[in-house]
């Protein structure tokens, strides 16, 4: 095993290690509550929100907020629209890919959307056979297999209107999820999300429910008498049936518009992530409840180019600096990014960071945005 691990890389070391740890540490039991479950329907969508810092549920407009807030899926109207995002974290180990289809009902009124998410890593080693029974190495037995996680979300979104030039708009998502890793586990989930956004002349509110009836992944494994076997010798328990569970939480938003001029304008957006499952190590941190705060900015000239930047996942850690190992500092992950408008196409690009901003751990977001109207006859 040592020289195996010896001849991999660093990077995917940690995924396999991470991977065995899944499924050789899965309880036994029939449902428990996992803070860190389906962490990959946390990431975003869409260049232009991750760039602001995933600071999104009041101020997104666009058909991403299938993922961020489906009750802001009324602000598209008239015409289909079809959103596209890649990234890759890990020099390309892991993948990240988002699509989504948005389709305003004739009244304009009511939306219906739908998207999709994959995280995936591919040809991870399988090192379970690497040691004979003789206790040789034979790296002939090494397979690869993939490591993916997806999601369907479904939207409906209606608006009405307050008065005053205030739109109020209500949506919700059905979540089905699908995770597997190799041959050897899948899991099947279902949840849903709420939202509601509150639309003035400049500012705007929002609040999404996200698992709001607890989202559930049943889990399954297929392992064989070999497999059953090594983890036997090894000391690891036999994963068997469960479902793991996935409390819900609160994202409550604001966003105010500044017009700095007849060409420039200036949006900006804080949210508060309200999570129920235990303290967290965020902001304000209690037995009951953990908030997160997220914060976004974007200027837009004459609403064809924009510049973004945005900060979140605030936490205290131990400074690197420190000898004794004892002083901790708050760290955060910023993210910048950029976006231009032409005719009824948008392109946007982000550049996140996934650890800190004193130990940085950069990718790079490519969306692509269009509304695909009609073309015009004579």
Same mark, same amino acid.
């Given at each position: 095993?040592?020289?195996?691990i ?23 039991v029939n449902a ?7 962490e990959f329907?946390n ?23 299938g993922?961020?807030?489906?009750a ?7 015409y289909?629209?079809?959103?596209l #995002? ?6 390309g ?18 939306v219906?959307?739908l ?27 090494i ?50 999300d709420a ?5 003035g ?10 698992? #709001?009836t ?10 064989n ?14 994963p068997v049936?469960s ?57 837009s ?13 605030f ?12 002083k901790?500092?708050?760290?955060y992950?910023?993210s ?5 408008k ?18 940085p ?18």
């Open positions: 095993m040592k020289l195996l010896s001849k991999i890389g660093t990077m995917k070391r940690k995924m396999l290690i991470a991977l065995v740890c899944l499924i050789a540490a899965t309880p036994s428990q509550f996992r803070k860190y479950s389906n329907l990431i975003g969508a869409g260049a232009r929100g991750l760039a602001m810092g995933g600071a999104q549920v009041a101020s997104v407009s666009d058909g991403t907020a993922y961020w807030n489906p802001a899926l009324v602000n598209v109207k008239d289909p629209q079809l959103n #995002m890649h990234a890759e974290y890990f020099a180990i892991g993948k990240y890919d988002y699509a989504s289809l948005v389709l305003p009902l004739k009244d304009n009124k009511r219906l959307g998207s999709l998410l994959r995280f995936a890593v591919d040809d991870i080693p399988n090192t379970i056979f690497l040691v004979e029974s003789d206790g040789t190495i034979n790296f002939s037995n397979q690869t297999f993939s490591s993916a996680d997806y999601a369907l979300l479904i939207s409906m979104a209606q608006n009405k209107s307050l008065g005053n030039g205030k739109k109020l708009s209500a949506g919700i998502n059905a979540k089905i999820i699908h995770r597997q890793a190799g041959s050897f586990a899948n899991a099947w989930g279902f949840g849903f939202g509601v956004q509150v639309i002349k400049k500012g705007r509110f929002g609040v999404v429910a996200r698992d #709001m607890t989202t559930f992944n049943a889990w399954s494994f297929s392992l008498d070999k497999i059953r076997e090594v983890f036997y010798l090894t000391q690891n328990d036999i049936k479902t793991e569970l996935t409390a819900p939480r609160l994202i409550v938003g604001g966003a105010y518009n500044f017009k700095l001029s007849n060409a420039i304008k200036l949006l900006a957006e804080a949210n508060l992530d309200v999570t129920f499952d235990g303290r967290r190590n965020t902001v304000l941190a209690t037995d009951v409840a953990s908030i997160d705060p997220k914060i976004g900015l974007e200027a000239w004459k609403d064809v180019l924009f510049i973004r930047a945005g900060i979140n996942n936490q205290k850690a131990l400074d690197d600096a420190d000898i004794n190992n004892t901790k500092i708050w760290i992950q910023p910048v990014g950029t976006g231009f032409i005719n009824n196409v948008q392109i946007d690009y982000a550049f996140t960071n996934l650890a800190n901003q004193s130990n751990l950069y990718t790079h977001v490519f969306s692509f945005k269009i509304d695909m109207k009609k073309k015009q006859t004579n």
